[in-house]
């Protein structure tokens, strides 16, 4: 099992590093880590590179952990009894790849759009649950720092009711706590500033620049 174990992170921890975010700034000539919050994950790429790339970004990232997990459950440990223990192992590879990726420096994203993936192909019957508790969040805080903590803290809830007839969920939900404590670590900077009110908001800038724009056209006329 141990050699499993090592399998798993290892190759999560290879696709987890192919950064989308960081491949979209390039083709739009800027590394995305040099430009505002210097992280390369879809919250940022939607600020700095426009909604496209933001998309895009996502697409990726989710996608590269869906597809790794359910390659460790349809094709390298099919046959496995702890087959869910190794596919949340492999995804949380992939997390660590995606938010430490060693060919970058080990400056990646914060895992959110990483975790959705995994999230998804361990159980799809969480999205009716997520999304809306996200979206929700999202929409009544103007924080998406807030939407994606409070779907970490839901992950190892919903692992316990799901799984909880399985032999070795104890495992099972000490790795999903790992999630949830890596989403607070790469976050605690958010943490900071949303408890000393200076987290932007979703908009923030925009209007800020509206402002401006609008300020400084006052003062020309």
Wanted: aromatic share 12%.
């Amino acid at each position: 099992m141990a050699l499993q174990i090592v399998i798993c992170i290892v190759l999560g921890y290879v696709v987890g590093s192919f950064s989308t975010g960081y491949i979209i700034g390039l083709m739009n000539h800027v590394d995305i880590r040099e430009m505002g919050s210097g992280n390369a994950g879809t919250t940022n790429a939607f600020r700095t590179l426009g909604k496209k790339a933001g998309i895009i970004t996502f697409i990726g990232d989710f996608l590269k952990a869906l597809l790794v997990v359910l390659l460790v459950r349809w094709v390298i440990y099919k046959d496995v009894d702890y087959v869910k223990l190794l596919e949340l192992i492999c995804g949380f590879g992939c997390v660590l790849g995606h938010n430490f990726p060693v060919w970058l420096k080990f400056h990646g994203g914060k895992g959110i759009a990483v975790t959705a993936g995994v999230f998804v192909a361990i159980d799809p019957l969480i999205l009716p649950f997520g999304i809306p508790l996200f979206a929700i969040l999202v929409l009544t805080t103007k924080y998406v720092s807030v939407g994606s903590l409070a779907v970490l803290t839901l992950f190892p809830i919903w692992n316990a009711v799901r799984f909880g007839d399985l032999p070795y969920y104890p495992w099972i939900i000490a790795v999903s706590c790992m999630y949830t404590a890596m989403a607070f670590f790469q976050h605690r900077q958010n943490i900071k500033r949303l408890l000393n009110g200076t987290e932007n908001k979703i908009g923030q800038k925009k209007r800020a620049a509206a402002e401006a724009a609008a300020q400084k056209s006052t003062e020309n006329t």
